[in-house]
Nanobody, 113 residues
Framework: VQLVESGGGSVRPGGSLRLSCAASGSGFSIYSMAWFRQAPGKRREMVAGVPTDGTTTYADSVKGRFTISRDNANVTLQMNSLKVEDTAVYYC??????????WGQGTQVIVSS
């Protein structure tokens, strides 16, 4: 399983960014996909997730601002009303029954005035 992320960058507080992740490979069934993030000196945390049943979960810190969506093997994270504290490296995550956990290489999001 390979995960390729795109869409990170720099934005001012209050701005928006859209992250995308495309999964490729063969012989796996997707159980869930999610976005995690890790800020300097902090533990990696889940931002938003979407299992195969289509339900979505969000960290309290991003509820109402971020939206996760999934289309087959692609997952996006629409981030609105960004805050300085959203600055982190964002990682795409995929769980499959065949291969367990897979991670993308990470994409940097910087929110700064």
């Amino acid at each position: 399983v390979q995960l390729v992320e795109s869409g990170g960058g720099s934005v001012r507080p209050g701005g928006s960014l859209r992250l995308s992740c495309a999964a490729s490979g063969s012989g796996f069934s997707i159980y869930s996909m999610a976005w995690f993030r890790q800020a300097p000196g902090k533990r990696r945390e889940m931002v938003a997730g979407v299992p195969t049943d289509g339900t979505t979960t969000y960290a309290d810190s991003v509820k109402g601002r971020f939206t996760i969506s999934r289309d087959n093997a692609n997952v996006t994270l629409q981030m609105n009303s960004l805050k300085v504290e959203d600055t982190a490296v964002y990682y795409c995550y995929l769980a499959s029954t065949e291969f367990g956990s897979s991670w993308g290489q990470g994409t940097q999001v910087i929110v700064s005035s």
